[in-house]
DNA sequence: AGCAGACATGGAGGTGCCTTCTTGCGCAGG
DNA sequence: CCTGCGCAAGAAGGCACCTCCATGTCTGCT
């Protein structure tokens, strides 16, 4: 993260960084999508499940703006229009593999404590038990 | 992805699984700061720039909800609340640097894209030039 | 007694993302 | 002639997240 100081900020972090051009609802989507080639519009509507129309075309055209995928008219009839990664957006593929395995090889883990986490404060709703100080149950400083 | 289907759901990328849990404002910042030891609330609060106490403490509860930090009252006076990363956390340290690497290697070509894409709609603002069909640029259908 | 320092919580309000509905265009076909 | 397909863009509304401000507790200091 670069910031060996004492601060972190916004935009002193490249996750972030990517995360506020990618992160949205849909992008990482669609780029997984197109992740075996080109594909045209109405296709990637129906491989996205549930995308709107209206949101495709957003997150094309951001993905386009940052370079990540090309669009391509064919002025046929009806108008057919390609998108396809860029080699800009297909390196992006590898870390968001990574960060796919990642989530794949840890779900279990964070259910699990997930889980742990919301038994251990549905017993004792109580924000102040009786008995005593409690390290970690009751979160009253 | 996983997916070599047809369709892929917002849940079925395991990707968008990590993103929807910590791809908020906070969360790797937060584990960012993390990265080097267990830290204290204030100090924590004094490295996340810009952080509000609320959000800390929200961020800091989804993180050890999903067991990634863990939390360790001691009971002085004033009492004194210390965060670290769980391995579970340390863990996702790694795909996660692997996205700032690919972020900081690729920001210029992601930058020089948005300009050149940028520019290349604010000479013609014109939703329909007179001339002729334009591949590229203004794009009705 | 009163205040401050450390942590947590609650409410009110704003802002941006997302959703749905609707309009537009250009041409082929009934 | 009117309707359909394929793509894009606009307006309006909802909701989730984030921000600020205020309150609460416990104890030790002045």
Redesign the interface.
Known sequence: ???RH?????D????????N?V?D?WS??VV??L?DGSMRFSDLR?????ISQRMLTLTLRGL????LVT???T?TTP?R?DYALTR?GR??L???????????K??P??L???W???EADRPRANPSPPGG?S??GA?G?
Chains 1, 2 share one sequence.
Do not use: Q, Y
Request: positive net charge; aromatic residues 2%.
């Open positions: 993260m670069s910031a004492t601060k972190i900020t916004d002193d972090c490249p996750v972030r960084e990517v995360l051009r992160g609802k990482i989507l997984a999508v992740r129906r491989s996205v499940d549930g386009e703006r940052d370079g669009r391509t008219v002025p108008p229009v800009l390196s992006l590898d870390p968001i593999m990574a960060l796919a395995e990642w989530a794949e840890n779900r883990a964070i699990s404590a997930r742990r986490f919301d100080k390290a970690r979160r400083a």
